[in-house]
């Protein structure tokens, strides 16, 4: 079956301008994760999904993120007034939810956003 | 808060056995896990560990000692693709969310 697949994958940026990062998880997966990747770095959770809402936003960095999911099934990551220190690989994952998020989440291949 | 510290380099020779360690400390622990990534890849799972011991998959093998706070991952009869970074990870919650390590970057060499 179909793994969880993020658009685009390469996004270059001028500093100040908006970005909107997708993601579609594999179906039938509730819990949806947004991390963030810097350059040898490990992954820096962002924000998760379970069906529509997202109880916890604690990991997104400043009020210039945000992201939605519409349908228990797609996700958009924005992030507006673009900074330097965005630049990074974002990276989804879904799981079936509940304890089953503590063992494998499925990740998707990753958008790497460049801001100029 | 959690943490977790794990070596940020290890090199080995194809056919032979590398461990790779993680220590961790957290404020509930839920299980540890290790994923694979190759550069430019997705990260992918390799194992869970909720209780303490040994759980063997293959060529890979991953331990925990929930007392000492420490589990590992072994890999065995290396292969030049098991060249990527491998990371340990721990929920964050109760709501799944993974704190990873900063990875392992994991040379095979000929």
């Known amino acids: 079956g179909a793994g969880v697949s993020q658009s685009p994958s390469n996004k270059v940026t001028e500093k100040g301008k908006d970005v909107e990062l997708r993601c579609d998880p594999i179906?039938?997966?509730?819990?949806l994760y947004w991390y963030r990747q810097s350059l040898g770095q490990g992954l820096e959770f962002l924000i998760y999904f379970q069906g529509n809402s997202a109880p916890d936003k604690s990991g997104l960095p400043s009020d210039r993120f945000s992201a939605e999911r519409t349908g228990g099934s797609v996700s958009t990551l924005t992030i507006q007034r673009t900074q330097q220190e965005d630049s990074a690989v974002y990276l989804c994952a879904s799981t079936t939810g509940g304890p089953s998020s503590y063992n494998e989440q499925f990740f998707g291949p990753g958008t790497r956003l460049t801001v100029l | 808060g959690q943490s977790l510290e794990q070596p940020s380099e290890v090199t080995a020779v194809e056919g032979a056995i590398v461990q790779i360690n993680c220590t961790y400390q957290t404020s509930g622990f839920y299980g540890l896990s290790w994923y694979q990534q190759h550069d430019g890849g997705a990260p992918t799972f390799l194992s869970y560990?909720?209780?303490?011991g040994l759980e063997e998959t293959g060529r890979f093998s991953s331990f925990l000692s929930r007392s000492d706070s420490y589990g590992y991952l072994l890999l065995q009869e290396l292969q030049m693709k098991d060249s990527a970074s491998y990371f340990c990870a721990v929920p964050g919650g109760s709501q799944g969310n993974l704190i990873f390590g900063k990875g392992t970057k994991l040379s095979v060499k000929p």
């Open positions: 560990n909720a209780l303490d």
């Open positions: 179906s039938g997966h509730t819990a």
